[in-house]
């Protein structure tokens, strides 16, 4: 079985039912992501020793029976969306080293579901766009074809998903 070509549902599942660990998982999410990074540009931000934390954290919450359609799900976050400890820089300069001290309430529900968080995703510079291409941090590159653009100001989470880097993104 390919886990990276499965969506969040059918991951979920497998998580559930014991089938696959969240580590497994994030592993090989992390591992698309240095394969395919570079041509993409989806990530402005790696969190991939976090994500690892996360998900262990996740196996054992499972392992003694709790469960939850997030837990230990890798997930991908838009770079305008507060993350405490993790960098924003809502793809511009001058936020280029900006870590909030809070989280937004997106955030916040979802680390107390369990899921895990894999980075930031690259987009227009504070979301005033839709080809995703005036990043500080350079554009985002189609997966399907990189003379093409994602579109819209989320395209580095729309890139992140099209490319198996995530299997779902804010």
Known sequence: MDLKNLGLCEISRLLENNEVSSKEITELFLKQIKNTGEKTNAFIT???E???ERAEEADKKRKIGEKGRFLGVPLAIKDNICTEGIRT???SKILHNFVPPYNATVI???KV????FLGKT???EFAMG???ETSYFGPVKNPWDFERIPGGSSGGSAAAVSAMEAPAAL
Do not use: I, P, Q, W
């Open 130 to 132: 839709s080809s995703n």
């Open 50 to 52: 976090y994500a690892l």
């Open 108 to 110: 916040e529900r979802l």
């Open 122 to 124: 690259n987009m227009d």
């Open 89 to 91: 820089t809502c793809a």
């Open 113 to 116: 579901s369990g899921a895990v």
């Open 46 to 48: 790696l969190c991939a």
